[in-house]
Structures are given as structure tokens and as C-alpha cells.
């Protein structure tokens, strides 16, 4: 427990230190490695439909409960998403999902998000902008 | 009768607009025209005529990809070893990124890599190119005939101005700012340097792909004009809007402040600018 403390202290710490850093948000994707994908099951904590990049926070399953191990997935903008049809409501707190991504280089918990599958209605969603580049799609 | 004093009209007002323009041309200090006269009917009827561009604009991604092998940049020696390193950053993950402090991309970047969409609005004298991204990105076109200022003040987007040719707009740009990058992805790409001029020929290409063929001068980091196209294209059958596009809005998190309301707080981030977990 005082370990745990400890590590969210650290946390803390370290997104201020994250925070002073001139990083934004409009980037390259380079940081994540295209040639891995990687497949966890877990359940949406939160789905942040912003730009440029809308966020996914995913707790992966079999964590503990009070220290989730959360996995932060990147997307394309609400704009970019919205014309190969997804919402704001396409994921819920809660969602059960079975999440493909391409994970960052570095080894952090976080990855460019490739593809979920809702558990309980077996919905996939994919986000993938060249799939939908051909005029006069219905 | 009444048609004769209607020519009488017609001849006296050509002897004004004759005097009017020989006076200006003698004059350079004669008053200007209004900037923005109120349009008249037959302006507005005028955009009728216009090629149908109505719709959300996407850019064509493996195009953008495509074109940068098939039209290779002529980078002078200098900026092309830049473009080399970035290349390389880019190619080993770690790349610099060029747009995180969220800047707009400008001109004429945003035509080259962006991956949003934008839309036209025609009104008498100007297109105006509203795009999502960069805080709302926005090209505002003059078609009223006005020439270039003589020294605009620099802007990301430039000043702009075009004209029809049938069914394509030509437009011309100056006056972008130097820092503005002639960039070929979100990681590679070096500013202009200044003496950018950008002149486009848009146009549809079949009925739903609009294609912009640029050439682009550079003359601190070009060799000679890049000339290169784009693609973009609509869906009709597809119900969807331009959104609003806040860049920085991904740098927060939505919050409550002490006294209850509902406000932003920064969201950690990594140096590349990806959102983490926030033990991470």
C-alpha cells in the first residue's frame, strides 16, 4: 500500500514535470511503433472526444481495482473519427472492450489506437481514415 | 422620349466613368474605392454560376503519402540534409514534430498534409476556406479584383487572391510568414525563410474529388518552383459537418475548480505531445 502511495506521488511529480515541458498536442505518430500490435482486454474509464486527438483511457483487466493499470490510447480528431462514423457516445465509462494497438516505443502505457471490440454487443470500431478515402461511400 | 433620355443617361454616365478613371490615372493621390462595396444583386446571382463546391473537403491521405515520392521536393543542399535528419527521427520514432506548440500550419502546408477537412463558402468578391485543426483553421480568397498590398503584413495563411478561369480558381499568395514550414508530414519539413509565393489552381477533377495543383517558390530553401497536386474528396451520401477543430484544447482535461465550476486542467503529456495515464 505505502509502495502504491508512493508510485502515485511519483505520478503526481511526474505530470507537472510533463506539464512544464513545451509538449502539445497536434503531432506525428512516429512514437508509436507500427510494426507491433498489442491486444488487452479492459474497460473504458474515459473517452475524450477533443482535438486534435481524441483520447481513450483504458483500466486493463485483472488490475487491482483501486490501481487500475490505465492505458491511454490516441486517436485521430472528432472531426477525422466522425466521418468514418463514430460519436461522442461511441464509448462509455464502463464499456467492456477488446482493444488492439500499436504501442508507444518507449515501453509507457500508451499506444495509437487500431481497433475495439464492445464485449457485450460485439461492435467493432476501427479508425482508420484511409479505409473510407474513395468518394461515394454510402 | 423616355428612351432617349435613357441614352443620354447611359452616355453621360461612360463620360463619367471615362473622366473618373483618367482622373485617377493622373492623380495617384485620388481617394480609394470603397474595400468591401455592398455586393449588388447581380453579384450574388453571379455565385450561381460557380462550379458546385459545397460539402466537407477530407484530403486524400495516400495521395498526400504517394505525391511526396512521385513529386520530390527540389530542397536546396542545405534543407534537404534537414529534411534527411527529420526523415530519420521520423523513421526511428522519435521524431521532433513540427505543429505540437499547436501553431497553424499555414500556407501551404495545410493544403500539402493536413488530414482534416475544410469547406468553401462563396460570396461576392471572396472564397473563404473554413478547415478544422490549428483553432479553426481559415483561408480567406479576394475575387473582387483588388491586387496584393504592396507590403502585407505577414500572416500564417498569407494574403490571397484569385480569380476564375471557367471552372478553376487561381489563386495567388503572398505575404506568409517565414517561420510558416513548407512541411511534407507532421514531423518533417523546414520553414520557408521568407519570399514565399504560392499560386494554385483549384478545380474538380471528377464529381466528387477536387484537386488543387500548387507550385510553390521558396527561393531560401527551393532550388526552383515545387510543382505538386493534392486531392480531396466528399462523400454525399454521408451526414457529417466541419467540427470545430481547438488544437490546444488537447494540451487539458475537463475539471472542476474549487468553487464548482466546470474548467480545464493540463493534461500530461509526454515531450512528443501524446496524452499518458496519469501515474505515467
Same mark, same amino acid.
Given at each position: 500500500?505505502?509502495?502504491?502511495?508512493?508510485?502515485?506521488?511519483?505520478?503526481?511529480?511526474?505530470?507537472?514535470?510533463?506539464?512544464?515541458?513545451?509538449?502539445?498536442?497536434?503531432?506525428?505518430?512516429?512514437?508509436?511503433?507500427?510494426?507491433?500490435?498489442?491486444?488487452?482486454?479492459?474497460?473504458?474509464?474515459?473517452?475524450?472526444?477533443?482535438?486534435?486527438?481524441?483520447?481513450?483511457?483504458?483500466?486493463?483487466?485483472?488490475?487491482?481495482?483501486?490501481?487500475?493499470?490505465?492505458?491511454?490510447?490516441?486517436?485521430?480528431?472528432?472531426?477525422?473519427?466522425?466521418?468514418?462514423?463514430?460519436?461522442?457516445?461511441?464509448?462509455?465509462?464502463?464499456?467492456?472492450?477488446?482493444?488492439?494497438?500499436?504501442?508507444?516505443?518507449?515501453?509507457?502505457?500508451?499506444?495509437?489506437?487500431?481497433?475495439?471490440?464492445?464485449?457485450?454487443?460485439?461492435?467493432?470500431?476501427?479508425?482508420?481514415?484511409?479505409?473510407?478515402?474513395?468518394?461515394?461511400?454510402? | 422620349?423616355?428612351?432617349?433620355?435613357? #441614352?443620354? *443617361?447611359?452616355?453621360?454616365?461612360?463620360?463619367?466613368?471615362?473622366?473618373?478613371? &483618367? =482622373?485617377?490615372? /493622373? !492623380?495617384?493621390? $485620388?481617394?480609394?474605392?470603397?474595400?468591401?462595396?455592398?455586393?449588388?444583386?447581380?453579384?450574388?446571382?453571379?455565385?450561381?454560376?460557380?462550379?458546385?463546391?459545397?460539402?466537407?473537403?477530407?484530403?486524400?491521405?495516400?495521395?498526400? #503519402?504517394? *505525391?511526396?515520392?512521385?513529386?520530390?521536393?527540389?530542397?536546396?543542399?542545405?534543407? &534537404? =540534409?534537414?529534411? /534527411? !535528419?527529420?526523415? $530519420?527521427?521520423?523513421?526511428?520514432?522519435?521524431?521532433?514534430?513540427?505543429?505540437?506548440?499547436?501553431?497553424?500550419?499555414?500556407?501551404?502546408?495545410?493544403?500539402?498534409?493536413?488530414?482534416?477537412?475544410?469547406?468553401?463558402?462563396?460570396?461576392?468578391?471572396?472564397?473563404?476556406?473554413?478547415?478544422?485543426?490549428?483553432?479553426?483553421?481559415?483561408?480567406?480568397?479576394?475575387?473582387?479584383?483588388?491586387?496584393?498590398?504592396?507590403?502585407?503584413?505577414?500572416?500564417?495563411?498569407?494574403?490571397?487572391?484569385?480569380?476564375?478561369?471557367?471552372?478553376?480558381?487561381?489563386?495567388?499568395?503572398?505575404?506568409?510568414?517565414?517561420?510558416?514550414?513548407?512541411?511534407?508530414?507532421?514531423?518533417?519539413?523546414?520553414?520557408?525563410?521568407?519570399?514565399?509565393?504560392?499560386?494554385?489552381?483549384?478545380?474538380?477533377?471528377?464529381?466528387?474529388?477536387?484537386?488543387?495543383?500548387?507550385?510553390?517558390?521558396?527561393?531560401?530553401?527551393?532550388?526552383?518552383?515545387?510543382?505538386?497536386?493534392?486531392?480531396?474528396?466528399?462523400?454525399?451520401?454521408?451526414?457529417?459537418?466541419?467540427?470545430?477543430?481547438?488544437?490546444?484544447?488537447?494540451?487539458?482535461?475537463?475539471?472542476?475548480?474549487?468553487?464548482?465550476?466546470?474548467?480545464?486542467?493540463?493534461?500530461?503529456?509526454?515531450?512528443?505531445?501524446?496524452?499518458?495515464?496519469?501515474?505515467?
Amino acid at each position: 500500500m505505502g509502495m502504491r502511495e508512493k508510485s502515485r506521488g511519483f505520478g503526481v511529480l511526474a505530470g507537472l514535470i510533463a506539464i512544464a515541458l513545451p509538449a502539445a498536442a497536434h503531432h506525428s505518430f512516429a512514437m508509436f511503433d507500427f510494426a507491433n500490435t498489442v491486444s488487452i482486454d479492459g474497460t473504458v474509464k474515459e473517452f475524450r472526444w477533443t482535438n486534435p486527438h481524441v483520447v481513450l483511457l483504458v483500466a486493463k483487466a485483472g488490475g487491482a481495482p483501486d490501481a487500475p493499470e490505465v492505458w491511454s490510447m490516441e486517436l485521430t480528431s472528432p472531426g477525422n473519427l466522425t466521418r468514418v462514423g463514430w460519436t461522442r457516445q461511441s464509448f462509455k465509462p464502463g464499456d467492456r472492450i477488446k482493444l488492439e494497438f500499436n504501442p508507444l516505443r518507449d515501453g509507457k502505457h500508451g499506444g495509437a489506437f487500431k481497433q475495439a471490440t464492445l464485449l457485450d454487443t460485439g461492435e467493432v470500431l476501427r479508425s482508420n481514415l484511409r479505409e473510407a478515402e474513395k468518394p461515394g461511400l454510402k | 422620349m423616355r428612351y432617349r433620355v435613357l #441614352e443620354i *443617361r447611359a452616355a453621360a454616365r461612360a463620360a463619367i466613368v471615362v473622366a473618373g478613371m &483618367a =482622373a485617377a490615372a /493622373a !492623380s495617384p493621390a $485620388a481617394p480609394q474605392a470603397t474595400l468591401n462595396p455592398p455586393p449588388q444583386p447581380k453579384e450574388w446571382a453571379a455565385l450561381a454560376k460557380l462550379p458546385d463546391w459545397s460539402g466537407v473537403w477530407t484530403p486524400n491521405v495516400s495521395d498526400q #503519402e504517394a *505525391r511526396i515520392t512521385r513529386d520530390p521536393v527540389p530542397w536546396t543542399q542545405k534543407a &534537404a =540534409a534537414q529534411v /534527411a !535528419s527529420l526523415t $530519420a527521427a521520423e523513421e526511428r520514432g522519435d521524431p521532433k514534430g513540427l505543429f505540437v506548440d499547436c501553431l497553424p500550419e499555414g500556407m501551404p502546408t495545410w493544403m500539402l498534409i493536413t488530414h482534416n477537412a475544410f469547406e468553401f463558402l462563396f460570396t461576392p468578391g471572396r472564397v473563404t476556406i473554413l478547415g478544422e485543426m490549428d483553432g479553426n483553421r481559415l483561408r480567406r480568397i479576394y475575387t473582387d479584383g483588388r491586387a496584393h498590398p504592396a507590403d502585407p503584413d505577414p500572416t500564417f495563411h498569407g494574403h490571397s487572391i484569385g480569380h476564375w478561369e471557367g471552372g478553376t480558381l487561381v489563386v495567388d499568395t503572398i505575404g506568409v510568414l517565414p517561420e510558416a514550414y513548407i512541411a511534407i508530414s507532421e514531423a518533417v519539413g523546414v520553414p520557408n525563410d521568407g519570399g514565399l509565393h504560392v499560386v494554385e489552381r483549384i478545380h474538380l477533377d471528377s464529381a466528387d474529388v477536387l484537386r488543387d495543383d500548387l507550385e510553390i517558390t521558396a527561393p531560401r530553401v527551393l532550388t526552383r518552383p515545387w510543382k505538386t497536386s493534392r486531392l480531396y474528396f466528399r462523400q454525399r451520401a454521408r451526414k457529417y459537418d466541419i467540427v470545430e477543430g481547438v488544437c490546444l484544447q488537447g494540451n487539458f482535461s475537463e475539471g472542476v475548480d474549487a468553487d464548482g465550476h466546470a474548467v480545464f486542467v493540463p493534461a500530461p503529456q509526454s515531450e512528443g505531445g501524446n496524452v499518458l495515464p496519469r501515474d505515467q
